[in-house]
């Protein structure tokens, strides 16, 4: 029955909106037939795991072989039931072992006659003990074919302990930093642009200057170049002494970096890349020697540590460490040298673009006793692609670089530079070593200016001046630190690129702007009667530094300056070239207007509707360009499949959607760490994606240029007031991919357009009515509504330091969760609240968003839970802290989600979501197969495990060493040796190409773990 049921759904599939599977289900196993299921988690990669209800096991199936239960097989009797041998704590022998030749007979096929003794309600399990086989007359079985299993060997605690490598590479930076200092000549009270290259946290990282990065991009592509003519059996460094200078592969771009080896491995060593700061494990075809024109340079980055701030209990949290690896990446920093330590750099930060003082982290962390003031920072602009506004030009260096300022603000920072040369005329304030944002007297004007300093030499200090973009050289006597008072205005220049990739006329320039250019521009806008308009299309950066791509206006005849330039024939539109690429990162996708004007009427297709009145559409002249993007994202996608290694941009991303298609989205972290969620730039819906699902768009691809093709826009006669829920399913029921007339009203600042939306046939204005629908707010649930979302934390962890505990919710060795012994007191505590819940307020609308931490009815668990919801779109996930596994209902469910007690808050969560440690799976697909998913899940269930934290790798996980009954999981791999030989006979002379590269690496991680002896 089941198969004829499935069979006819799967023609039916490509028709229909995926079903709401429920918890049981029709499966299609491994041998092509069907069976009934239990569906556990969430899908992970396209992929569920199901219980076999009537069989007793586990398999992960694809989601395309899962289907609904058909009614009439729930009330069928479930066939199989868990069963322990009642024997196993009989003390004689004998019977032991007949017991076991019994079981592994029916194992091979046999039936058993079985007499049930007994039901443990806690396990679930039926105490069973074996009457017989057939007719009693048992073979010795031949042994069962084990499992697929991991590599074990025995591993001392002083190999299990990080210090030993940690002394040496304590050394190894030591000697670095000597030979850095030299070609740097950087000192104590140094000033200089750099930027941070790694982050472990705010009390080590590590920072390459401006002054030699052009000179390290040069030697990694001299790098490269050398590297891409070596074989892969060619130049490898062999028995390699700790200290040897060496060039190694690092996994995630698949390039070669200098390196010195830390520590030696059976398979491979432990490199750290010098000019980086990294520590990596790499096998040892990957390590080759470095050639002299490489080893006579300086490393160029070196260890830093940020002043006086240290973490609260002496470990940095996820949390910090990661905030502080968002506020100082990717980005020019002014780097202040406070101290200078045997192995690090004692340094102060200030951000140069957003000027946000990095020790904004301090607001989790102790500062020191000494009272200091706080550096003063500087608030930034929110400027964003669509933005459209009256701006004035400050600064012109070329079309390629100018700063421009808001008009509207133009007033206000007239106010604040009279309060400027009143104050600073007749006050005196020491601006103190730490401080980088200032007030400078410029030399030209005999002015003080809101400025920043870049750096400082020999009593002499270059500084922006923050309000008008361009940098002065001033005597460092013509500085003073900033009053507070004056910080309240944003910093009011912003640097900006004209619009469309133009470049000199004049090739004897070598690509600068020659002199004649940049007065032409200067002439068009400093000449101009009327005011300009700057509209953002996109962002990029450049060298480090921020850029907005700009069209300026002219606002009395709405002329392009672009264009005006063009018709000078002065630059010239190219394609943008590959040295263009390499120095342009784009950090968001082009927007366009597409010429749209107040009075414009436009035939358009609605693709999303955000709010009753708020929806995105598409233009129906746009329809062939649409049509066009599509097919690249086609042919994008099916190369990025096949090519993993291309240099990509983070946040610019191709997801899958529920259709199967790929569309480009930009992509942020959320709550779930298997999950993004993607914002469909072309469409303007927002969804949660498997990482699996979502791939990061090459520096070098069209789709990057091509403009985003959802429309914003609000609907001009549509209240804005609060509205019942069946507001907005009236409107996708009404427009939504409907062809319809809209009527242009205006153009907001932010891209977006004001319009009237009509019907193309009736000419009837599309809008809900707001008199029937506006919602009554309740006192009582507006109070509840403007608290605090609900949160629960983690108990403090100690690094390194051995926690006895067990596990739970095991799926692989990259998604487990272990629960501590300190913490069943808790766990106890917490069950007896639930059984004596009393009655709760249900959870506000306003705080269904992740990270809101509840009480949840499970179903798996039958009872009150505690979860914190990791998203809540059309599905709400959540997780079960104590537990810790997932489970997702539908939205509209989440009504019977419950606030936390009072009493329960304050009670830590008692799983931690782990990774363990050094390994990866084999298979090229980047997946664990089913026989290591279980063997791994064998290896933890019912052990006393030992537990070493090692390293916080998100606000949600933690990497983890474990003892199993005093055995290390982390030596293993699920390579034979053989298995490992016959892969290295199948390429003669391979060259170094970059899958082949990926499996050593794969196969180093996995099975060389066991420590050479030095």
């Given at each position: 029955?089941?198969a004829?049921v499935?069979e006819?759904?799967?023609?039916e599939?490509n028709?229909?909106?995926p079903?709401?599977?429920g918890?049981?289900?029709?499966?299609k196993g491994?041998d092509?037939?069907w069976y009934?299921?239990?569906?556990q988690?969430l899908p992970?990669?396209?992929?569920?795991?199901?219980?076999?209800?009537d069989?007793?096991f586990f398999?992960?199936v694809?989601v395309?072989?899962?289907?609904g239960l058909?009614?009439?097989?729930?009330?069928?009797?479930?066939?199989?039931?868990?069963?322990s041998?009642?024997s196993?704590?009989?003390e004689?022998e004998?019977v032991?072992t007949?017991?076991?030749?019994?079981l592994?007979?029916?194992?091979?096929?046999?039936v058993?006659d079985?007499e049930?003794?007994?039901?443990?309600k806690?396990?679930?399990l039926?105490?069973i003990?074996?009457?017989?086989?057939?007719?009693?007359?048992?073979?010795?079985p031949?042994p069962i074919?084990?499992l697929p299993s991991?590599?074990?060997e025995s591993?001392?605690?002083?190999?299990?302990?990080?210090?030993?490598?940690?002394?040496y590479?304590e050394?190894?930076?030591?000697k670095?930093?000597c030979?850095?200092?030299?070609?740097?000549g950087i000192?104590?009270?140094?000033?200089?642009?750099?930027f941070v290259?790694?982050?472990q946290?705010?009390?080590?990282?590590?920072?390459?200057?401006?002054?030699?990065n052009?000179e390290?991009e040069e030697m990694?592509m001299?790098?490269a170049?050398t590297f891409?003519?070596?074989?892969l059996?060619?130049d490898v460094?062999?028995?390699p002494?700790?200290?040897t200078l060496?060039c190694?592969?690092y996994?995630?771009?698949?390039?070669?970096?200098?390196?010195v080896?830390?520590?030696?491995?059976k398979h491979?060593?432990?490199?750290?890349?010098?000019d980086f700061g990294?520590?990596?494990?790499v096998?040892?075809k990957?390590i080759?020697?470095?050639p002299e024109?490489?080893?006579?340079k300086?490393?160029?980055?070196?260890c830093?540590?940020?002043?006086n701030?240290?973490?609260?209990?002496?470990i940095?949290?996820?949390?910090?460490s990661?905030?502080f690896r968002?506020?100082?990446?990717n980005?020019p920093?002014?780097?202040?040298?406070?101290?200078?330590?045997k192995?690090?750099?004692?340094?102060d930060?200030?951000?140069?673009?957003?000027q946000?003082?990095?020790?904004k982290?301090?607001k989790?962390?102790?500062?020191e006793?000494e009272?200091v003031?706080?550096?003063?920072?500087?608030?930034?602009?929110?400027i964003k692609?669509?933005?459209?506004?009256?701006?004035?030009c400050?600064?012109i260096k070329s079309p390629?670089?100018?700063?421009?300022?808001?008009?509207?603000?133009?007033?206000?920072?007239?106010e604040?530079?009279?309060e400027l040369q009143?104050?600073y005329?007749?006050h005196?304030?020491?601006l103190?070593?730490r401080g980088s944002?200032?007030?400078a007297?410029?030399?030209?004007?005999?002015?003080w200016?809101?400025a920043?300093v870049?750096?400082i030499q020999?009593s002499h200090a270059r500084?922006?001046?923050?309000?008008?973009g361009?940098?002065?050289q001033i005597?460092?006597q013509?500085?003073e630190?900033?009053m507070?008072e004056y910080?309240?205005?944003?910093?009011?220049?912003?640097?900006?690129?004209?619009n469309?990739p133009?470049?000199p006329?004049?090739?004897?320039?070598s690509?600068?702007?020659s002199?004649?250019v940049c007065?032409e521009?200067k002439?068009?806008?400093?000449?101009s009667?009327?005011?300009l308009r700057?509209?953002?299309?996109q962002?990029y950066v450049k060298?480090?530094g921020?850029?907005?791509?700009v069209?300026?206006?002219?606002?009395?005849t709405?002329?392009?300056l672009t264009?005006?330039?063009f018709k000078?024939s002065?630059p010239?539109e190219?394609?943008?070239s590959?040295?263009?690429?390499?120095t342009?990162?784009?950090?968001?996708?082009?927007y366009s207007s597409h010429?749209?004007r107040?009075?414009?009427?436009?035939q358009v297709y609605i693709t999303?509707?955000?709010?009753?009145?708020e929806i995105y559409?598409?233009?129906e002249r746009?329809t062939?360009?649409?049509?066009e993007l599509?097919?690249?994202i086609s042919?994008?996608?099916e190369?990025?499949?096949?090519d993993?290694t291309?240099?990509?941009?983070?946040?610019?991303s191709?997801?899958?959607?529920?259709d199967?298609k790929?569309?480009?989205?930009l992509?942020h972290p959320?709550?779930?760490?298997?999950?993004?969620?993607v914002f469909f730039?072309?469409?303007?819906?927002?969804?949660?994606?498997?990482?699996?699902?979502v791939m990061?768009?090459?520096?070098?691809?069209?789709?990057l240029?091509?403009p985003m093709?959802?429309?914003?826009c609000?609907?001009?006669?549509?209240?804005?007031?609060?509205?019942?829920?069946?507001?907005r399913?009236?409107?996708d029921?009404?427009?939504?991919?409907?062809?319809?007339?809209?009527?242009v009203i205006?153009?907001?600042e932010?891209?977006?357009?004001?319009?009237?939306l009509f019907d193309?046939?009736?000419?009837?204005e599309?809008?809900?009515s707001?008199?029937?629908t506006?919602?009554?707010?309740?006192e009582g649930?507006?109070?509840?509504c403007?608290s605090?979302p609900q949160?629960?934390f983690?108990?403090?962890i100690?690094?390194d330091k051995a926690?006895?505990?067990f596990?739970a919710?095991v799926?692989?060795p990259?998604e487990?969760?272990?629960?501590?012994?300190?913490?069943?007191?808790?766990?106890?505590?917490?069950?007896l609240?639930?059984?004596d819940l009393p009655?709760?307020?249900s959870?506000?609308?306003?705080h269904?968003?992740p990270g809101?931490?509840?009480?949840?009815?499970?179903?798996?668990?039958?009872?009150?839970?505690?979860a914190e919801i990791a998203?809540a779109d059309t599905?709400a996930?959540?997780?079960l802290v104590?537990y810790?596994?997932?489970?997702?209902?539908p939205?509209?469910?989440?009504s019977?989600?419950k606030r936390?007690?009072?009493?329960?808050?304050?009670l830590?969560?008692v799983t931690y979501?782990?990774?363990?440690?050094?390994v990866?799976?084999v298979?090229?697909d980047g997946?664990?197969t089913?026989?290591?998913a279980v063997?791994f899940?064998?290896?933890l269930y019912?052990?006393?495990l030992?537990?070493f934290?090692?390293?916080?790798?998100s606000n949600t996980?933690w990497k983890?060493?474990?003892?199993?009954?005093?055995?290390?999981?982390n030596?293993f791999?699920?390579f034979?040796?053989?298995?490992?030989?016959?892969?290295?006979k199948?390429?003669?002379?391979v060259?170094?190409?970059?899958?082949?590269?990926?499996?050593?690496i794969?196969?180093?991680?996995?099975?060389?773990c066991?420590?050479r002896?030095s």
């Amino acid at each position: 029955m089941l198969a004829t049921v499935n069979e006819s759904r799967i023609k039916e599939r490509n028709q229909k909106t995926p079903e709401n599977l429920g918890l049981l289900c029709s499966v299609k196993g491994k041998d092509g037939k069907w069976y009934r299921g239990y569906v556990q988690f969430l899908p992970v990669n396209s992929q569920l795991r199901v219980l076999f209800i009537d069989y007793g096991f586990f398999e992960s199936v694809n989601v395309e072989n899962v289907y609904g239960l058909p009614p009439d097989l729930f009330s069928t009797t479930i066939m199989a039931f868990p069963c322990s041998l009642s024997s196993l704590s009989d003390e004689d022998e004998a019977v032991k072992t007949q017991q076991l030749n019994f079981l592994k007979a029916g194992l091979l096929g046999r039936v058993l006659d079985v007499e049930i003794r007994g039901f443990d309600k806690e396990q679930h399990l039926y105490s069973i003990t074996v009457i017989g086989v057939e007719d009693n007359n048992v073979k010795e079985p031949e042994p069962i074919q084990e499992l697929p299993s991991m590599i074990i060997e025995s591993v001392s605690k002083e190999d299990l302990s990080p210090q030993c490598g940690y002394l040496y590479n304590e050394t190894i930076m030591g000697k670095a930093m000597c030979k850095t200092l030299e070609a740097e000549g950087i000192h104590v009270n140094s000033v200089f642009v750099g930027f941070v290259v790694h982050v472990q946290n705010p009390s080590h990282f590590w920072i390459r200057t401006e002054k030699r990065n052009d000179e390290f991009e040069e030697m990694t592509m001299k790098m490269a170049d050398t590297f891409s003519q070596i074989k892969l059996d060619e130049d490898v460094l062999l028995k390699p002494a700790l200290g040897t200078l060496c060039c190694a592969v690092y996994e995630e771009d698949m390039h070669f970096y200098r390196g010195v080896v830390t520590d030696t491995y059976k398979h491979g060593s432990e490199v750290l890349f010098i000019d980086f700061g990294n520590i990596e494990k790499v096998p040892h075809k990957l390590i080759k020697k470095m050639p002299e024109t490489f080893a006579n340079k300086s490393a160029y980055a070196f260890c830093c540590t940020l002043v006086n701030v240290f973490p609260l209990d002496e470990i940095w949290t996820c949390i910090t460490s990661d905030f502080f690896r968002q506020a100082v990446s990717n980005k020019p920093l002014l780097v202040h040298v406070v101290q200078m330590r045997k192995n690090k750099f004692v340094v102060d930060l200030h951000d140069m673009e957003k000027q946000l003082h990095c020790e904004k982290v301090g607001k989790t962390c102790k500062i020191e006793t000494e009272k200091v003031q706080a550096p003063a920072s500087f608030k930034a602009l929110n400027i964003k692609p669509g933005c459209n506004l009256a701006v004035i030009c400050s600064y012109i260096k070329s079309p390629s670089e100018f700063w421009c300022q808001p008009l509207d603000k133009h007033l206000a920072l007239k106010e604040l530079m009279d309060e400027l040369q009143q104050y600073y005329s007749t006050h005196s304030v020491p601006l103190n070593s730490r401080g980088s944002c200032c007030i400078a007297k410029s030399p030209q004007d005999g002015r003080w200016y809101r400025a920043f300093v870049i750096e400082i030499q020999k009593s002499h200090a270059r500084v922006m001046l923050v309000d008008y973009g361009f940098t002065i050289q001033i005597k460092e006597q013509n500085l003073e630190a900033i009053m507070p008072e004056y910080l309240y205005l944003e910093a009011q220049a912003f640097r900006c690129s004209l619009n469309n990739p133009i470049k000199p006329a004049d090739p004897e320039n070598s690509g600068d702007w020659s002199p004649a250019v940049c007065k032409e521009l200067k002439d068009l806008v400093f000449n101009s009667t009327s005011a300009l308009r700057c509209e953002v299309t996109q962002l990029y950066v450049k060298f480090q530094g921020l850029y907005n791509v700009v069209e300026l206006y002219d606002t009395q005849t709405q002329q392009s300056l672009t264009n005006l330039l063009f018709k000078q024939s002065v630059p010239r539109e190219e394609p943008i070239s590959a040295m263009q690429l390499s120095t342009m990162i784009p950090e968001s996708f082009v927007y366009s207007s597409h010429d749209l004007r107040p009075g414009n009427e436009e035939q358009v297709y609605i693709t999303h509707v955000s709010s009753q009145c708020e929806i995105y559409c598409h233009l129906e002249r746009n329809t062939e360009m649409i049509e066009e993007l599509e097919n690249k994202i086609s042919d994008e996608s099916e190369k990025l499949m096949q090519d993993s290694t291309t240099a990509v941009v983070r946040k610019l991303s191709l997801a899958k959607y529920f259709d199967g298609k790929w569309y480009r989205g930009l992509a942020h972290p959320v709550q779930s760490p298997l999950h993004l969620g993607v914002f469909f730039v072309d469409y303007g819906n927002t969804n949660i994606s498997e990482k699996t699902h979502v791939m990061c768009i090459p520096r070098d691809s069209d789709l990057l240029y091509t403009p985003m093709q959802a429309v914003k826009c609000h609907l001009a006669s549509v209240s804005k007031e609060k509205l019942c829920s069946d507001v907005r399913e009236w409107l996708d029921g009404a427009i939504l991919n409907k062809q319809l007339r809209v009527v242009v009203i205006g153009k907001r600042e932010d891209g977006s357009f004001d319009v009237e939306l009509f019907d193309g046939d009736q000419n009837e204005e599309m809008v809900p009515s707001t008199a029937e629908t506006r919602i009554e707010e309740v006192e009582g649930e507006f109070n509840l509504c403007t608290s605090p979302p609900q949160q629960l934390f983690f108990a403090p962890i100690d690094i390194d330091k051995a926690y006895s505990g067990f596990a739970a919710a095991v799926t692989t060795p990259c998604e487990f969760c272990i629960v501590l012994e300190d913490l069943l007191l808790v766990m106890n505590k917490v069950s007896l609240i639930l059984d004596d819940l009393p009655e709760q307020m249900s959870l506000p609308v306003a705080h269904l968003v992740p990270g809101t931490c509840c009480l949840f009815k499970s179903h798996t668990k039958n009872k009150w839970c505690r979860a914190e919801i990791a998203d809540a779109d059309t599905t709400a996930v959540l997780n079960l802290v104590d537990y810790g596994h997932y489970e997702g209902i539908p939205y509209e469910d989440c009504s019977k989600l419950k606030r936390l007690p009072e009493e329960m808050r304050n009670l830590p969560k008692v799983t931690y979501p782990c990774i363990l440690r050094g390994v990866k799976p084999v298979g090229a697909d980047g997946q664990w197969t089913d026989g290591a998913a279980v063997f791994f899940q064998q290896s933890l269930y019912q052990k006393n495990l030992q537990i070493f934290f090692r390293e916080c790798v998100s606000n949600t996980h933690w990497k983890v060493d474990i003892l199993a009954e005093g055995i290390s999981l982390n030596v293993f791999s699920f390579f034979s040796t053989k298995a490992y030989l016959q892969y290295l006979k199948t390429p003669s002379t391979v060259n170094l190409t970059n899958d082949f590269l990926q499996q050593e690496i794969i196969y180093f991680q996995q099975s060389c773990c066991q420590k050479r002896k030095s």
